[in-house]
């Protein structure tokens, strides 16, 4: 029963009080200033956030160096060779359409539009220093901020380098000045030939015997020692970046038992816990022994002395990592390349990710990614957790799901690299040495810089 009697009203809707000069343009942008804050403290205090849609950086317009590359141009082709005379090992793979040196005059290749804002609106690539024969730029690529240098080392038993059993392989250093100088000289149309840079031999004290990996480490930097013939054993190794260059021996065995050759080493962002990665390099370039362990990973804590295996089940260990944010391991194989004894095809050339837990082992693991040419070396992240590799025509790069994004094309085998910090890299390409520019930023753990 209703009452015909009362009177419908309406309700007013309350006023509003208004700040003068507040709006949601303000309202976003204060939102935005204060979740770019969390992640810069997740990037010190070794907590992560997911990415919001509108914080991912969006394509830009293709940059000069750059070109887009359309895998569907190639999924069916008129021929394919049979292995036999085309496989891992031959010359980087030249696509429909394209001749080498037209891969290489736009070196930057996107096969992802997402890699257009990694590269930025003009990254360049510059050739700085070259070697005849000898591959003086190999691995171990480390920044020192605080001497604004890049070190590398030389290829440890490389038979162009004279090194293995008959001498160490040699640490080295440029300065990260004279190749953003020589990146600007390049841009201004110099010469090839004018575009190098002093390249100095580092003489630690004592001498670091045959490095390989390398990384920072509680302001220094740790390297991986191969060792020489039966009576040096490989062994992780720190050393200070100042003159003069003093070394010390972290560890050297696994319970009195000689490691094969120590090859790549990374720090954890989180626990800041020491991994490295031992395999068989320097018996297949005959200057170790026959192994008496397994290929595995190990986990060193420094604070007491305890080292554990935390995986294993590899042909050849190789490069190491961790993503951003420490969830995730990755990890190369790279057995399909036996050095002195020749390849062997169905063997890996595969990155594999693991999960870390929170008591510092390896868990699930994940092929992340088969790379096309040669091998997977050395490997890094940016801070976005996007894994860049060392491969055999240049650098490849996959978003965290491991989506191919492109190409650093040199047409000729990268081992090892890294950031300097954002905007810059240095790439060890064997017998020559490049800088490169472009808009990602490396992933950097601050207690170790």
């Given at each position: 029963m209703t009452n015909s009697n009362r009177k419908e009203t309406k309700a007013v809707p309350a006023k509003v009080k208004t700040v003068p000069g507040f709006s949601l343009l303000r309202t976003a942008a204060l939102s935005t200033a204060i979740i770019g804050t969390l992640y810069q403290a997740g990037q010190q205090f070794g907590f992560s956030l997911p990415t919001p849609q509108f914080l991912q950086p969006k394509p830009?317009?293709?940059?000069?160096?750059?070109?887009?590359?359309?895998?569907?141009?190639?999924?069916?082709?008129?021929?394919?060779?049979?292995?036999?005379?085309?496989?891992?090992?031959?010359?980087?793979?030249?696509?429909?359409?394209?001749?080498?040196?037209?891969?290489?005059?736009?070196?930057?290749?996107?096969?992802?539009?997402?890699?257009?804002?990694?590269?930025?609106?003009?990254?360049?690539?510059?050739?700085?220093?070259?070697?005849?024969?000898?591959?003086?730029?190999?691995?171990?690529?480390?920044?020192?901020?605080?001497?604004?240098?890049?070190?590398?080392?030389?290829?440890?038993?490389?038979?162009?380098?004279?090194?293995?059993?008959?001498?160490?392989?040699?640490?080295?250093?440029?300065?990260?000045?004279?190749?953003?100088?020589?990146?600007?000289?390049?841009?201004?149309?110099?010469?090839?030939?004018?575009?190098r840079v002093p390249v100095t031999v580092v003489n630690s004290t004592p001498q670091i015997i045959n490095p390989n990996g390398g990384t920072n480490f509680r302001g220094q930097i740790i390297f991986a020692g191969e060792g020489m013939g039966d009576d040096i054993p490989s062994a992780l190794y720190v050393m200070n970046p100042l003159p003069p260059y003093n070394t010390t021996v972290l560890v050297n065995n696994y319970f009195g038992r000689q490691f094969s050759s120590l090859n790549d080493v990374a720090v954890h962002p989180r626990s800041h816990d020491v991994y490295f990665t031992d395999t068989l390099c320097g018996l297949l370039m005959d200057f170790r022994p026959a192994p008496g362990l397994r290929n595995q990973v190990y986990r060193w804590v420094e604070a007491t002395g305890a080292l554990t295996v935390v995986a294993d089940g590899f042909t050849l260990p190789n490069g190491l990592t961790f993503s951003p944010d420490g969830k995730y391991a990755y990890v190369t194989d790279t057995g399909v390349h036996h050095g002195f004894y020749g390849f062997k095809y169905l063997e890996p050339a595969t990155i594999y990710r693991y999960d870390v837990l929170a008591d510092g082992t390896f868990d699930n693991r994940k092929t992340f990614a088969y790379v096309d040419s040669a091998i997977p070396d050395g490997v890094h992240c940016d801070t976005q957790g996007n894994l860049y590799a060392g491969c055999g025509d240049g650098i490849q790069v996959w978003n965290p799901s491991g989506t191919l994004l492109g190409k650093i094309y040199l047409g000729t085998g990268v081992a090892n690299f890294q950031f300097m910090g954002t905007g810059r890299m240095v790439v060890c390409a064997e017998t020559e040495l490049y800088y490169v520019t472009l808009a990602a930023t490396g992933a950097v753990i601050e207690s170790e810089m």
């Open positions: 830009g317009p293709l940059p000069p160096l750059a070109q887009v590359i359309d895998q569907r141009t190639f999924n069916v082709l008129p021929y394919v060779p049979p292995a036999s005379q085309y496989n891992a090992f031959s010359n980087p793979f030249t696509l429909p359409g394209h001749t080498s040196e037209s891969l290489l005059e736009r070196p930057f290749h996107v096969y992802d539009p997402s890699f257009i804002a990694l590269l930025g609106p003009d990254p360049t690539l510059t050739r700085i220093a070259v070697s005849e024969k000898n591959p003086l730029f190999h691995e171990a690529v480390v920044w020192s901020r605080s001497t604004n240098e890049a070190f590398f080392v030389q290829f440890s038993g490389h038979q162009d380098a004279g090194t293995g059993l008959n001498k160490s392989a040699i640490v080295q250093k440029i300065s990260l000045a004279d190749a953003a100088a020589a990146a600007e000289r390049k841009k201004a149309g110099a010469a090839d030939e004018d575009t």
